[in-house]
Structures are given as structure tokens and as C-alpha cells.
């Protein structure tokens, strides 16, 4: 008996070691191929693979190569913002302590959240009263925060010479019963269609799809087994804020009555359900998106023909994949009836507001004075530079010094112009409306729901959220 | 002992060392009462109200309750977290028994080893087991989906495909149980009288009826406390669906902890509604906890 | 018989075969973790598929060691800190009362049992929010004592005591009484002592919860970075880094190492006792 458990062992052995061989021979054939693959993404060849890690790690170093800097004395100013990658951080660091060095009274320390973490961090924060001074809000949150009173108006402390020079259309969008609840330090269209300039030229298209059915079409024809037609933002979430200015360019309205006071689920809306539905029978978009609605890493590894993402994509690209962004352009987001002189994208970005509860208003309004110094609009004005002119200036005088910054052959800019120009700022009604809509995207794309089941769910859904926010007569912008 | 209690009355050494036990109690009793009855009874309290953090409370009575009960995401929630207690008890409880069934009679230093190295998963936390099997389960570059093509068939979008999520929550989860529950089987396992298999062997019953009638048998009161664990885990399960689908899709794997945690997230809404989510969470688990004791307990004098 | 002997050794072999072959599909995810924290960000979801680095490279390691904004290392070392103050206070806080409830008469102790109990049944997200504030209004926020005495007292902990020193014999009181012990003498040289599996077992289990929570220290610290604990700052990599998988994963190699390496070292305990919590 014994013989025969220990000979059970070793065969179980032997069996296992066969297991493995046999799983691992095939794997061993293609590593020439391999290595091609991995030249074509463009991001590894082997001559800066050294260079290329030098590099992050040195950038991971200067994200805060000022901490525990030694800074003349002065109260501290708390700012929090999120990490919205490298070229945000590096830059707002160097005039957080550009600042600190001039010894004005203050020292002000900012910190740069991870996005994952940054909802809890900030309303576990509000909840202690322990909130930054001044802090990263988008444009959208801002009605939802000024109901919530968490802000205070910014032209009590700001002077009114630095306020009057932001943008007007800008202004409009941090402007609410007359008071300006917001510094705002960049605007972007925040939905642009990127294609491939090759792929299309190759397959004998001069320009970019301007409708829906044509976009459609060209994803069908271009794709290819490794490659994915149009990347699309996703439901959960992503739908519900991105698509704001579809809805509004080619629907005619949002998805409520100018009073808030009814849904409003029309017509308009089977168009565009109907648009979402074609996207995925016909297979012009994979099952699922490949990254994050915010992400334009598959367009840089070639993993799409088109992608369709806000314009700070541009700048990731040019930074991140110099050597797909010559063969990457961008357009207007194609509509409903190739129309591309009306809305296609809201208008979004990020704004600094200063917290209700604030312990050094004068502070935080002492930095942005300086931040937005007329004599020095390179203080912010570099950021833009940065970002590769990919996002609008808030402030006119910035604005001009970007521009003529800017190098002449830069076609996209002009593009993210243009898609600003029509531009209209975030829905501010609550994020359980927007939510809707992205659900009865989802339940049409994946035939889940016929489209007038889809609809019909939806306006229940938002005559719910209608009656649980009281929302009649208290749109802030009509 | 008890009797002595029941006359209240006491030797002076007694009171003294009454003094010293309640002295022993009293970190324990403090920290509770601070750290989980004082929040409880400011949970129940503030369930009627509507509050933020910046704006002063307001009474609505049972509005919250109202509310949160008529949400449709909260009760997908809700019917989630039972949709996947029916899938994962069950399917844990088969799997890590079957394990353990299998390793039973093999070599003890053999065992021992398979009995650390299934244990070490069991350490990792939901967060970082989140982040593995996103990669393992990527639709593009992920290991499973390049297996699939490989094969020769379509890539599987885990986040899209309704049966497919459930499924990447599911093996995170049953990968993380695994070793524990395995050795809690084999101990139960190693645990049956051996005579019972013997008497049977006379008797001429074959591997299958032995099973049956005397492993199934002897293992019931583990089964049942797997069940108890397993389905109070699962009923708040949070980490390993936030970091695989986030409720995704159409939030068929929300589960009432992931609302609720997104409710405290959510900037502009109400925190009276997601306490109040809260509070009806625990009524639910505590109601299914109690229901299983007392089964338990029924049994348990039914044998004794 | 020689017809049973092949059967027998076909099952055997079976068995032998498919449980190594789960065990090595258990550990799989964690060494395809440690293989793809030696890649390049490329490598980790290329295709077509490879599972062992191109090259082995260290650049991922000391990216995230060196981070300044997220000091990986520092918070290595102060959520061990916080996880092993936690096993020797919450080792003593619940053995004390499981002590009192399994071995003393007290008066009211009924009372005070099932209001230590109780507490089992109340989720943790439950009173997430309430306890926030009641840590606020103590002012621990952001000190080193918001991450440590909140989980320390338990009713679970409390009870698995209490069930060890229940079966324990009476006898053991007696002895001690006639060399002239106290009570928590008796508690301190003869109880303690005689429970090391339970404490192992407990204590481990504590690590664990500590080393391994999120959602309390990502809300309670916020502005404090040197006590910044090991999960929260994992999860921020995960964005800050986006599509730095290598590094994404060469931090949580390293933060699996201690719960790793303490199950390696006290595992016979460990496994005996989840045999006590599950046979009693």
C-alpha cells in the first residue's frame, strides 16, 4: 500500500510537469513578433527605454521637490487640488513656491489629491470643518455646493480689477444670483472627436465625418481585428456627463423644462438613443470601452480609429505619444445633421473655490491676486503652454499672452476654438437627472429596453428626482 | 454560582473582587460605548433629519426612510446583495468542501503544504485583490481575454455583459475564501469519528453512500456556521465590486455598501438618506442572522 | 485486489494532481503581480500576451519608493505601527473582559454581556458617517490615535475569548487562590499563558483588519502625511499613476510582503486556529 501512494505522488509529478510544458512550448514561438508589437505602440522602443525611465522617475521627484522647503515666516493657506497629472502638478507647485519665496505673510501649501480619493477626503473634511482653504471644484459642482452653502462668494475678497478681467462667457459660468462663487484657471470643450489622419487618408477620406451615420460608417470600413472602431464614453456615469452638449446641439434642450418643474423626454431624445443604439449593432465600438472616458491612452497605442474624449486629450497625446500625435486629428464632434455650428460639447474645467468655513480668506485671495498679477500672466499663462494650448485661458489678459505664445501651425487649437465657441456651460441641475439619461442610454445600447420603454423609464426617473431635490423653480439660470 | 447572584448578596472579598472585574471590563465597555453604541444611537437620530455638513439639520420625520425605500438604485442594491449570497454561498461552501474532501487522505506533509500555500490569498487585502484581477480581467491586454482569443473566440467584456460581472466580482471573492474555509472543512473532515466510515465499509457501502450518510451529516454544524459568515460577508460586500465594476452594468453588482459609500461620497446629496440606507442594512442583516441562530439553536437542543 | 490497487492509485494520482494544480492557480494572481512589477508599462497588458518581463527591471520599484508625495515606505512602517500597537491593546482590552464574563461573578454582568454583544451586529459602514464625527468631536482627527482606538474593543473578539476560557477547567482558580493570587493576577500569569493559540489567531486576525483597512483612514487622515496608511495611499496610486501598471503593482508587492510573511511564520497557529473558531 505504500508503494502505491508514494508512486501516486510522483505520477501526480510527472503529470504536472507535463501540464506546464505542454502549456508553456507554444508561448516560446513568438517573442520576434512580440517585440514588434511592442516598437509600434511607439512608447518602448529600446534606444530610450533607459531614457524614458529616467525621465519618470526624475518627474516623479519634482512633483515636490519644494517639500519641506525652508520659506520666509507666515500663516498658512490650505489649497487642496486633484493630481490631474504632471504638467498640472509640476507647474502649481513651482508658483505655489515662487509665491512662498516672496514672503508676502503667507505660505501656502497645496496638496494634490489622487481622483480616487479626492470625494471622501474632501466631504470627511467638510464634515469636520476641517476643509482646505481654498479648493479644486469643476464647473458643474458648483450649484450643487452654493445649495449646500459650502462657498462663499469670491468678489468680496478678490479685487474687482482681477475678477473683471476673466472671460465674460467664463464669468457667466461661476456667476450665480449675481455673485462670482469661483476662480476659474482652465476651460475645455469636453467633447472632441480625435481619428486617425492616416488610417482615413489611406482609405481615401479627405476629411473627418461630420454626421452621426457617416462616423458610423467609416468605423465600420476602418476597423480592423486589432483595432477598434470608436472609443465612446460608458455608462455609469461617463454618459451622464459627457454627452451635456450632444444633448444640448442636437436634441434642441436638456432632459428638463426651462422651470425644472417637468422631464423633458421628447422626440429629440429618440434621436440620440437611436444614434447609441446603431454605435454598438453595428459593431463600430467595442463591447466595452477600452479606458476611461478621460483617457486617451488607446488612441496613443493605436488602439482606435476613433476616440472621442474631452480636448485635454491633445495634450496627453502630444506628451505622452509623440510619435502617434502626427498621425492623430481632431475635429468637431459629428452631429445629427453634419450642423457642426452649434453646440457639441459643454464647456468644463476646473475652478478654484474658497470653502465657507474658511480659517484665511484674505490668504487664499492674497495668492490668486498674485497667481493673476496683470504685469505677470505667465504665471498662470505657462500652464497653458504645458498643456500644449489644449485648454482655454479664464482670464483675458492670460489669454492673450497665450496666444501669442502660441506656434502658428497648430491646426487643433483652432479646432478646440471653434467647439468652444458653441460652447455652453455644464448642466447645473443634480446629477441624478444626468443619471438618468446615462441609464437610458445603456438600457437602449444594450437592448436591454426598447427605445420608448427607455424614455418612459427615464422620465419617471427624473420626475423622481424632480420631486426629491424640490427642483421646481430653482434652476439658477434661467 | 447563578444562585448566588439571584440573593444579591455578597462576602466583602467578593465585593472586592467584583471592584477588580469591573475595572477588567471597563476599557472594553468604554471603547464600545464610544466607538460604536454613541454612533449607533447618533446614526438612528440623524436618519430623521436632512443634513449636510455645512447647513444646519433639519427634521423631516420619516422622509429620509421614505425616500431611500422608494430609490430604485437602492433596491437593485438590496436585491443584488441577495442575488449574490444565493450565488457565492453556496458555490464557496461546494468548492471549498470539495477541496477539502479531496485533500483529506492524501500525505500530511503534502496537505500541510496545500493548506498554507490556498491560506495566503486569504491575507490580501479586498483593495489590492481588486487591483490584480482588474488587469487579469482587462478587456484588451487582460491574461483571461487574451486566453479567449487565443481559443479562437470573442473577447468577453467583463464590465458590459451582466453574467460576466457578477463573474469577476465572484472569483476575487471565492479566491480569498478559499484557504480558510478549506481548512475549517478538512478540520471538520478529519474530525469524523473514523469508525463510522468503518462500520459502514462492513456494512458494504460504497464511497458515494458514505458521503451521503456520514460526511454531509457530521458536517452540517460547519456548513451552517459558513453559511452564517458567508452570508453576513456577502451582504456587505463593498471593496471588490467598487474596484471591479463600480455596480456595473446597469448596476447589477451595486451592492447597498457601495451605495451607501457612494452616498457619503456624493457632494450634493443628503446624508439623512444614506444613513437611513444604512440603518435599514443592518436591520435586514440582523434579521437574517437571528432567523439562522435560532435554527441553530432548535437543532442543537434537538440533539442535546 | 490488484484491480483495486490500480483504481486507488488513479484517484490518488487525481488528487494529487488537481489539488497542486489549485494551489499553484491560487497563487498565480500573486505572481503574475510580482512578474508584472518587473515590467515596463507596455509589457504589463501587451499583446500578445507574455508572462514573464521582457527584462527584469527595478525602475518600478524605485519610482514608487521614491515618491515623495505618497512616501510608500514611511507608510509601510507607521500602518505596522499602528497594526501591532493595535494587536497588544486589543489583545489585552477583550482578553480582560472575556476573562470577567467567562470566569467572574459580577453583578449586572448579563446586562453588560449583551450590550457588549450587541455590537457584532452593527455593520461597520452603519455608524461610518456617525463615528466620523464623534472622532471629530473628540479631536483625533489626524492623529496617530484615530487610527488605533476606534477597532480596538470588539464584541466578536470578546466572544471567541470568552468561548477559549469557558472550556478551560476550574481547577486552574483554585490552584491559584491557595498561592494567594488576585484576580487579575490569576488572569495575568496563568490565563494569558495558557492562551496562545487564541491570541495568535485573534492577534493575527487584528493585523490583518489594520493592515489591510481603507475607508477609515482614507476619511480620518487627511492632512497628516506622515501618518498616511499603506491601502489608501495604494488606491492612490492607482490613479495617480493611470497607466503605470508595473509601478501600480510593484506597490502592492511590497505591501503584501508583512501579512504575507507574519502568516508564513505563525501559520501552524493560524491554522489550528481556525479550527478552534470553527469547532467549538
Known sequence: ?478 | MAKKTENYKYTSVQRKEMIVGYLMLLPAVVLITIFVIIPFIMAVQKSFYEWNFYKDDVWVGIQNFRRILRNKSFQRAVVNAFKFVLILVPTQIIIQFSFAHTLRDLNTKFTNMVKMLIYIPGTIAGIIAGIIFMFIFEFKGGLINQLVVAMGLERIAFKTNRFWAIFSIAVPTIWLGLGGGTILNFAGLINIPTEFYEAASIDGASGFHKLIYITIPQMRNIFVLQCIGMTTGTLQMFEIPMMMTGGAPRESTLTPMLYIYNGFRNAGGNMGDTISGALLMMIIIAIINSFVFTIIKSEKSIEG | ?280
Not at chain 1, 56 to 79: A, C, N, R, W
Not at chain 3, 16 to 24: A, D, E, F, K, N
Request: contains cysteine; hydrophobic residues 40%.
Open chain 1, 1 to 478: 500500500m505504500k508503494k502505491v501512494k508514494v508512486l501516486a505522488l510522483l505520477l501526480a509529478l510527472a503529470l504536472i510537469l507535463g501540464i506546464f510544458v505542454s502549456g508553456c512550448t507554444p508561448n516560446t514561438e513568438d517573442p520576434g513578433k512580440d517585440n514588434g508589437d511592442v516598437t509600434q505602440n511607439g512608447d518602448e522602443t529600446p534606444d530610450d527605454e533607459n531614457g524614458d525611465e529616467g525621465t519618470d522617475e526624475e518627474s516623479d521627484v519634482t512633483q515636490s521637490k519644494y517639500y519641506g522647503y525652508e520659506y520666509p515666516e507666515g500663516e498658512t493657506i490650505m489649497l487642496w487640488s486633484q493630481n490631474f497629472g504632471e504638467v498640472w502638478v509640476n507647474h502649481f507647485s513651482e508658483q505655489v513656491h515662487q509665491y512662498n519665496l516672496e514672503g508676502r505673510g503667507y505660505t501656502v501649501v497645496e496638496e494634490f489629491v489622487a481622483g480616487a480619493a479626492w470625494d471622501e477626503r474632501m466631504n470627511a473634511a467638510r464634515a469636520s470643518q476641517t476643509a482646505p482653504d481654498a479648493y479644486i471644484q469643476s464647473y458643474n459642482h458648483i450649484p450643487a455646493g452654493i445649495r449646500n452653502g459650502y462657498y462663499v462668494p469670491v468678489d468680496d475678497h478678490l479685487p474687482a480689477e482681477v475678477l473683471d478681467r476673466m472671460v465674460e462667457k467664463i464669468r457667466e459660468m461661476v456667476t450665480f444670483d449675481g455673485k462670482t462663487y469661483a476662480i476659474p484657471i482652465l476651460a475645455e470643450p469636453s467633447q472632441v472627436l480625435f481619428y486617425r489622419k492616416d488610417i482615413l487618408e489611406a482609405a481615401g477620406y479627405t476629411e473627418p465625418p461630420k454626421t452621426w451615420d457617416e462616423l458610423i460608417e467609416m468605423a465600420v470600413e476602418l476597423k480592423t481585428d486589432e483595432m477598434y472602431g470608436i472609443g465612446v464614453p460608458y455608462w455609469g456615469g461617463e454618459i451622464g456627463w459627457s454627452t451635456w452638449g450632444m444633448q444640448y446641439g442636437n436634441v434642441g434642450h436638456g432632459p428638463l423644462t426651462d422651470d425644472w418643474d417637468e422631464p423633458w423626454i421628447d422626440d429629440g431624445y429618440r434621436e440620440f438613443l437611436e444614434f447609441w443604439k446603431k454605435l454598438y449593432e453595428s459593431g463600430a465600438v467595442p463591447e466595452q470601452p477600452l479606458s476611461a472616458y478621460v483617457d486617451i491612452k488607446p488612441m496613443g497605442q493605436g488602439d482606435y480609429v476613433f476616440q472621442i474624449c474631452g480636448s485635454w486629450g491633445a495634450a496627453f497625446l502630444i506628451n505622452d505619444y509623440p510619435d502617434m500625435w502626427p498621425n492623430v486629428g481632431m475635429a468637431v464632434m459629428p452631429t445629427n445633421d453634419g450642423n457642426q455650428d452649434k453646440t457639441t460639447a459643454t464647456i468644463g474645467g476646473w475652478v478654484y473655490v474658497l470653502d465657507a468655513k474658511a480659517q484665511n480668506t484674505e490668504g487664499v485671495a492674497d495668492y490668486f491676486t498674485w497667481l493673476l498679477d496683470e504685469a505677470h500672466p505667465e504665471r498662470l499663462g505657462e500652464y497653458y503652454i504645458g498643456e500644449q494650448f489644449s485648454k482655454a485661458a479664464t482670464f483675458t489678459n492670460v489669454a492673450q499672452w497665450v496666444e501669442s505664445q502660441a506656434p502658428d501651425d497648430t491646426d487643433y487649437v483652432a479646432v478646440i476654438n471653434r467647439i468652444a465657441s458653441y460652447g455652453q456651460p455644464e448642466a447645473a441641475y443634480p446629477w441624478e437627472v444626468s443619471m438618468a439619461i446615462d441609464r437610458m442610454v445603456e438600457n437602449v445600447a444594450m437592448g436591454y429596453e426598447t427605445i420608448d420603454k427607455a424614455m418612459e423609464m427615464a422620465r419617471e426617473e427624473i420626475a423622481q428626482a424632480i420631486e426629491d431635490f424640490e427642483l421646481p423653480g430653482t434652476n439658477p439660470r434661467k
Open chain 3, 1 to 280: 485486489m490488484r484491480h483495486k490497487n490500480i483504481l486507488y492509485l488513479i484517484r490518488r494520482t487525481l488528487a494529487y494532481t488537481i489539488s497542486t494544480l489549485i494551489s499553484l492557480t491560487c497563487l498565480f494572481p500573486l505572481v503574475w503581480m510580482i512578474f508584472a512589477s518587473f515590467k515596463k508599462k507596455a509589457e504589463v497588458l501587451a499583446t500578445p500576451l507574455r508572462i514573464l518581463p521582457e527584462e527584469w527591471q527595478m525602475g518600478n520599484f524605485r519610482v514608487v519608493i521614491q515618491n515623495p508625495q505618497r512616501p510608500l515606505l514611511d507608510a509601510m512602517f507607521m500602518t505596522f505601527l499602528v497594526a501591532a500597537s493595535a494587536v497588544v491593546l486589543s489583545l489585552l482590552i477583550n482578553m480582560m473582559a472575556a476573562y470577567v464574563f467567562a470566569r467572574m461573578e459580577i453583578y449586572g454582568k448579563k446586562l453588560i454581556w449583551s450590550y457588549c454583544i450587541t455590537t457584532m451586529y452593527v455593520p461597520g459602514i452603519t455608524i461610518l458617517i456617525t463615528s466620523f464625527l464623534v472622532v471629530h468631536k473628540l479631536q483625533m482627527l489626524n492623529t496617530f490615535w484615530v487610527l488605533l482606538i476606534p477597532g480596538l474593543a470588539g464584541g466578536y473578539a470578546i466572544f471567541f475569548f470568552r468561548q477559549f476560557f469557558l472550556n478551560l477547567p476550574n481547577s486552574l482558580e483554585d490552584a491559584a487562590r491557595i498561592d494567594g493570587c488576585g484576580r487579575f493576577g490569576i488572569f495575568w500569569r496563568i490565563f494569558i499563558p495558557m492562551s496562545t493559540t487564541p491570541m495568535v489567531v485573534q492577534g493575527a486576525g487584528v493585523f490583518l483588519g489594520y493592515w489591510n483597512s481603507f475607508l477609515w483612514p482614507s476619511i480620518t487622515i487627511t492632512n497628516n502625511k506622515t501618518l498616511y496608511q499603506i491601502m489608501p495611499v495604494i488606491r492612490s496610486m492607482q490613479t495617480d499613476y493611470g497607466a503605470e501598471y508595473g509601478r501600480i503593482m510593484a506597490a502592492t508587492c511590497l505591501a503584501v510582503i508583512p501579512p504575507i510573511l507574519l502568516f508564513v511564520i505563525f501559520q501552524k497557529y493560524i491554522v489550528k486556529g481556525v479550527y478552534l473558531s470553527g469547532l467549538k
